[in-house]
Each structure stands twice: as C-alpha cells, then as structure tokens.
C-alpha cells in the first residue's frame, strides 16, 4: 500500500515511511491511496474470528510488504492478549437500542491502548531492522501519554518524550504517566493548554534541527498506523449486532478525530453504516464545524472530560479530504486559510457528502447529569467522556442499533463521578497502588525552544 498527503504536494511513502514519519512535509496527514473492501459474504466470515484474527484480515492490506503475514499475526495476538477481557472490546447493552462498546480494558484503561499497543511495537520492530533509535514526541490530552509510554515498552529502540498540559490532565492520568521511572521514559509538564503542546510537537516535526540528526517520531493519531488499528474495533462491533446484514450507528466522544475517522474507514470498506455522531463537550469546534460548514479557531477551556478539550482536531482534515474525493489542492487552500486568518468555509459539496454525519456538544453540567441519570437507570458508572457520547446519541437513537464508544474506565475521572454524587470507581488491582507511587516529570514553560532544549538534552 501507498499513502499520499492530504495537501499534495509530498512524496507518496510505503507502510514503514508512514509508520515513522507521522506528519507529511508539506503539513498534510498521510492517508492511504486506496482501500480494501470487503463483500457482504467475507463479512459473514469474518464475524466468526476473534478480535485478534480480525484486526489481521482488516488490517493487513495496509501493512502487506513491511513484514511477513504469519510474523504479524503473532504480534496482533500478542498486542490484544494485553487486553483484561476476553473480548478485548465487549458489548454491553444499556437501552433497547442502545449499546455501550467497553474500550478500556487494555494496560491504561482507555481506548488509545488499541492503537498504541501496536504502533510501540511496529516501532521498536522498524527501528531494530534498521539498527537506529529514535526519539517519541507526543502532546497528550491525557489518556494517549500512558497509552504510548506502556506501548513503547515493548522493545528497546525508543526514547519517548510526552508533553501534557500541567495542571489539567486528572491525577490518574498524570500519575499513570510520571510514575513510569523508566529512563528513556520522559514526562514534561507545559505550563499551558493541549493544543500549545500539539503546536509545539508540530514545530519540532517541521524544523527537527535541534535533534541532530535523530529521528523523530509521532505517536499522536497524525500517525497512520493509529487510525488504521482503530478501523477494527467499529467492525468487531458491528458484525456482532448483526452488520453486514442491518445497518449500525456509532457516537463517538470526539477530539482530535482519529477515533471518529476511523469509523469513515470502516464504512468504506463495506461495513454499512447509518449515522455518524460525534460528540464534544463545551470545546465545541467540531460539533461548529459539522453543524455549521466552518472551520473556527477558538478559545480554549477546562472540562470535566480532558481527553476532549481540544479545539483543532488534526485528524478532520482526513474527512474532510475523503468528502472530497481527494481533492488535496483545495485542501491545501482551506487550511492554508484557516492557519492564516482562523477562519475558513468548508465548500458546500463537502457538506453534503457528510450527510450521514451528526454532531452535538455537551457541557459538564449536562455531562454530570448524565452520569447520574443512566447510574440510577442501570446501575452503570460511565466515565465521562463516555457520557457525553451517550447524551448525544439519546437524540438520534431510532430502530438502528445504535453503538456508543465507552472511551475510558470510570476510575480515571473520579473528579465527574464525584460531582454526579457517586462513589468513584475502583483502580484495577494491578494499579491499586497507583496514588502512593513516585512520579518524576519536568515542569517547563510554554516555549518551543526550551520544550526542544530539553529534549535534546536528555536523548
Ligand atoms: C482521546 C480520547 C477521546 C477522543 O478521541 P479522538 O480520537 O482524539 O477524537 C475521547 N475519549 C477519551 C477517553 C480519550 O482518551
């Protein structure tokens, strides 16, 4: 398989240039040239195979030619074997039409681990191949940071080096992070929001000359190889509630987009799809930009789901590029604009090739209301985010199955527990001592340079 930008104007790369390139040269997000597609029938067979087995047949055409088939498999049932549930992503029913898919049984209790359990071990697997090491920079929200430092574990070839907003990640998420002591693990607190840690993962990935000549690598969804290990799960799902013979739905709590794209890939690969809900919390520039055909750079602010507060959703881009027909020349002029003036109109023939698509944002108080609403009617703790995904998709629920992205355990965000009057959840046994651990990480200022000073420092 080849992967092109979505702006045009870099040179197409094979499975291994994309793996560890992240971000294309000329600012795009690589995407494949084309896609497999399955036929009803393969469907009906693959619906028989286990999480493991499916992510093979789904994911392989991508892959073909980085390493031999049998040699991948092992590594796929060795990345879901980390998983603490049988069936890795497990359905729970919570209304007639209502399903819950539980993303969070993997090491760090979020659906990130799904991709990055398997993007750390490519990594390590393409770097030992070649005899290099290379360097992991990351901005986290809060969830991707451990899912990462656990997923490059697997392996010896990686420095990794995770920027989180200090102060506005939940004490789990920090602490599942900074009491990782290991010595090629570094944490660095940015004393500013997630979207000025993503700007300043990006200008290293445009100007890496304070590296040295080491190479860089991205693990945030920019990385294709995380978009593409997240097409599984939308068909493991939908295949056990009945596709490829009824349609199915899917509300995804959505940030930076690489989940909810991930859905797009699967309904073009033969999984049929009826609607597309994305959810926000009061970071609403998606839900803007769905609802209203624009893109609009805004401010900032804390939530009770800080996974989602983001308000530039890298991965839209590929969308909006897939609407489009690959148009990557005007790609290329909407974003140029919108990095310009903040402002940009998305053309109306893109609007109306997302009609499948449905957005709504949510606030804390609604998202705490939520929580308790859905405790009271089944007994159920949803984390947050999962609840934002929920109060959305209770607006468009219809006599389609409709699957709701449980995103994370309840026991990371107790803070919304709390307010919603419950008892936090539990920590899983092998992290109930998480709170008394030592943790180590770097505070530093909101300043490219020294973020970068820093890194080359301890390389
Ligand atoms: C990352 C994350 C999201 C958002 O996913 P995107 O792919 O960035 O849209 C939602 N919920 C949780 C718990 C997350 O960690």
Known sequence: ?????????????????????????????????????????????????????????????????????????????????EFNHPA???????????????QFHGPTLAFKDFALQLLGRLLNLALARKGERGVVLGATSGDT??????????????????????????????????????????????QGDFDDCQAAVKASFNDQSFLNGKRLIAVN???????????VYFFYSGLRLGAPD?????????ANFGHMFAGHLASQ?????????????????????????????????PSLSPSMDIVVSSNFERLLYALSGGDSAMIDDLMKTFAETG?????????????????????????????????????????PHTAIGVRVAEDHVGTTPMICMATAHPAKFAEAVVAAGLTPSALPSSMADLM??????????????????YVAANI
Not at 149 to 164: A, K
Not at 222 to 230: H, K, L, P
Not at 275 to 299: E, M, P, W, Y
Not at 436 to 453: M, P, T
Request: hydrophobic fraction near 45%; charge should be negative; glycine fraction near 6%.
């Open 221 to 231: 969804s920019i990385n294709w190889a995380r978009v593409m290990a997240q097409i």
């Open 1 to 81: 398989m080849r992967y092109v930008s979505t702006r045009g104007r870099s040179d197409a790369l094979d499975f291994e240039g994309v793996l560890l390139r992240g971000l294309a040269p000329d600012g795009g997000l690589y995407v494949p040239e084309s896609l497999p597609t399955f036929s009803p029938e393969q469907l009906r067979e693959m619906a028989k195979l286990s999480y493991a087995e499916l992510a093979l047949e789904v994911t392989w055409p991508f892959v073909d030619g980085f390493m031999p088939k049998a040699e991948y498999a092992a590594l796929l049932t060795e990345t879901y074997a």
């Open 343 to 383: 402002h940009a109109q998305i053309p109306a023939a893109i609007m109306q090739a997302a009609e499948r698509w449905t957005s709504g944002a949510v606030d804390d108080a609604e998202t705490v209301a939520t929580i308790k609403r859905w405790h009271a009617q089944s007994g159920e703790i949803l984390d």
């Open 246 to 254: 009824k349609a199915i739905s899917f509300a995804v709590p959505s």
């Open 145 to 190: 940071g451990s899912a990462a430092i656990e997923g490059c574990r697997h392996g010896n070839q990686l420095d990794v080096f995770i920027l989180h907003p200090h102060e506005r990640v939940s004490d789990v998420q920090r602490r599942q992070m900074t009491t990782v002591l290991d010595p090629s693990v570094f944490n660095i607190a940015v």
């Open 269 to 301: 690969m033969g999984l049929p799809v009826e609607q597309f809900i994305v959810a926000t919390n009061h970071n609403d520039a998606l839900d803007r930009s769905i609802k209203g055909g624009v893109l609009a750079r805004q401010a900032l602010s």
């Open 88 to 102: 890795v992503a497990p359905l729970k029913q919570l209304d007639s039409n209502l399903w819950l898919l539980e």
């Open 436 to 453: 008394d651990r030592q943790e180590r990480y770097q505070v530093l200022a909101n300043d490219v340079a020294a973020i970068q000073a």
